[in-house]
């Protein structure tokens, strides 16, 4: 595995990083929730939720090295219909983005840490973006002539996992005392977001 980790290049890494941490600080359905837990409970309740979601951001990404592996294996041309597919649901992302009108959603939060986790679970599992994000997302940075896709996929997913992790537990936590200036800011993110969105999109038809 650590030989399949060096082998990436080092720009498409970064790359992949970048874009990772663009989707976890745009405001959504797992944003949503960890702050909603932090505002109304704390910050323990915040970072509760924040494990929940990444428990479920674990059996996407588990689920996408099984599915897609599979799939290169028995089709090879169903790598570039995974691309295609990818750059269309990012220019979808673009105009949500665009679109969106910059207003946290209320009256998600969670009560008691337990609560805050399942709910945080199953609140990304049964989330179809979420799954379709990361089955269209992270293959898009894998290369079958460096090693075997699932394992990129698991290698990848571990990355965007911990970046994620780090950034929902900040959340969780802060969220009690930054609701406001994090309202302020959603719209002016969002517009930002669907331009790199936008761009990521037509990296990935142009390649």
């Known amino acids: 595995m650590w030989e399949v980790l060096t ?3 080092p720009v498409v890494l970064m790359a992949f990083i970048a874009a990772g941490l663009l989707l976890n600080i745009t405001p ?3 944003f949503v929730f960890v702050s909603a837990s ?3 409970g704390g910050p323990r309740m915040g970072m509760a939720a924040a494990v929940g979601i990444n428990l479920g951001v674990a059996v996407h990404i588990a689920l996408a090295a099984a599915g897609v592996s599979a799939l290169i294996l028995a089709h090879p041309g169903a790598y570039d219909a995974i691309r295609y597919a990818g750059a269309a649901y990012l220019a979808w992302l673009a ?4 679109r969106d ?20 679970f199953v609140t990304n599992v049964l989330n179809p973006k979420t799954a379709l994000f990361i089955f269209a997302f992270i293959p898009q940075f894998t290369d079958p ?5 699932w394992m990129q996929i698991l290698i990848l997913g571990a990355i965007f996992m911990g970046f994620g ?3 929902s537990l900040t959340l969780g936590a802060a969220a009690g005392l930054f609701a406001d200036a994090l309202r302020k800011r959603v719209r002016a993110l969002n517009k930002v977001t669907a331009i790199l969105f936008g761009g990521l999109a037509a990296r990935l038809v142009i390649d």
């Open 38 to 40: 932090g505002i109304a």
């Open 7 to 9: 082998a990436f290049d």
């Open 145 to 149: 002539a460096i090693g075997p896709v």
């Open 165 to 167: 992790m780090a950034f």
């Open 95 to 98: 105009v949500q983005a665009w």
């Open 101 to 120: 009108d910059g207003t946290l959603g209320a009256g998600q939060e969670a009560r008691g840490a337990g609560a805050a986790v399942r709910r945080g």
């Open 28 to 30: 959504g359905a797992d």
